[in-house]
C-alpha cells in the first residue's frame, strides 16, 4: 500500500518553465515532508524539507507548497535549468517516527 | 562532507547463492538505513539499524536480513537470492542529535545494482 502518491511520473518541462511535481498523503499523523533529488548513477540527496506549521517554504529557485486540508504537498521549480534534470521524490514520516514513506518518484527533464 | 560507501556499484548473482551488500559511513552517524528502489515504486525500506547490533524491520523485510556489528558498517544479506530481488539496493546514514529524528537528513550511497539470474 504506497502511503505517500507522487505525479506525474515524468514530466518534460522547457528551459526557464517551472516545473510542478504533486505528492498526495493518507495519514493525518505524517509531520515532516521532505523532498530528495537524485541524479543518474548517484543516491538520492535532502533538496528541502517542511512541516505543517508552515504552508509554503522557499529555498532559492525550489519552493513547497502544502496544502494540510487537502493532505497534499508540491515542489515548485523556478526557471528550469537543464542542471535540475534528475528524478525527484517526495517523502513523509510521522511524528516519533524513525524511517520515512517515500513516494513513486517523477523523472523531470528539462529541455534547453 | 559525509560519505557513504557501498562495496559494489553492478553486482550479478545466480538463483539461490547467498548475496553480501556492504555499506559504510564516515561521520559517525548512529542510524543507518537498506532501501531497494524500483521503477514505479519509489524506494521502499527494508531494514534499518539505529545503533550497533540493533535493527528493525522495514516495509519489505522478507527474504533480507542485516547485520551491524560496527557502528560505521551495515550490510545487507539476501539469504537465498531470488529473481524478484533484482533491483538498485540503496544504503543511507542519518545522525540523531539532541530533538534530531533519524528520519530527517538522510546520506545516501551510490546504490548497488543487483541482478540476479
Known amino acids: 500500500q504506497q502511503q505517500v502518491k507522487q505525479s506525474p511520473q515524468s514530466l518534460i518541462v522547457q528551459k526557464g518553465g517551472i516545473s510542478i511535481i504533486n505528492c498526495a498523503y493518507e495519514?493525518?499523523?505524517?509531520?515532516?515532508f521532505p523532498w530528495y533529488q537524485q541524479f543518474p548513477g548517484k543516491g538520492p540527496a535532502l533538496l528541502i524539507a517542511?512541516?505543517?506549521?508552515?504552508s509554503e517554504k522557499k529555498e532559492g529557485r525550489f519552493t513547497i507548497s502544502f496544502n494540510k486540508s487537502a493532505k497534499q504537498f508540491s515542489l515548485h521549480i523556478m526557471d528550469s535549468q537543464p542542471g535540475d534534470s534528475a528524478t525527484y521524490f517526495c517523502?513523509?514520516?510521522?511524528?516519533?517516527?524513525?524511517?520515512?514513506?517515500f513516494g513513486q518518484g517523477t523523472r523531470l527533464t528539462i529541455n534547453p | 562532507d559525509v560519505k557513504v560507501t557501498q562495496s559494489s556499484r553492478y553486482l550479478v548473482k545466480r538463483t539461490g547463492e547467498k548475496v553480501f551488500l556492504e555499506c559504510v559511513q564516515d561521520?559517525?552517524?548512529?542510524?543507518m538505513f537498506w532501501y531497494r528502489q524500483d521503477p514505479g515504486l519509489g524506494l521502499r525500506l527494508i531494514y534499518f539499524?539505529?545503533?550497533?547490533?540493533?535493527?528493525e524491520k522495514g516495509d519489505i523485510p522478507e527474504g533480507y536480513s542485516v547485520s551491524r556489528e560496527k557502528k560505521e558498517r551495515f550490510s545487507l544479506i539476501l539469504e537465498s537470492a531470488s529473481t524478484n530481488q533484482t533491483s538498485m539496493y540503496l544504503c543511507?546514514?542519518?545522525?540523531?542529535?539532541?530533538?534530531?529524528?533519524?528520519?530527517?537528513?538522510?546520506?545516501f550511497g551510490p546504490g548497488t545494482r543487483l541482478t540476479v539470474t
Open positions: 539499524s539505529y545503533d550497533v547490533k540493533m535493527k
Open positions: 517542511i512541516r505543517p506549521d508552515v
Open positions: 561521520m559517525d552517524h548512529e542510524n
Open positions: 543511507a546514514s542519518s545522525f540523531t542529535a539532541g530533538i534530531r529524528l533519524p528520519r530527517e537528513e538522510q546520506y
Open positions: 495519514n493525518t499523523a505524517f509531520d515532516y
Open positions: 517523502a513523509a514520516s510521522s511524528k516519533g517516527a524513525q524511517k520515512l514513506v
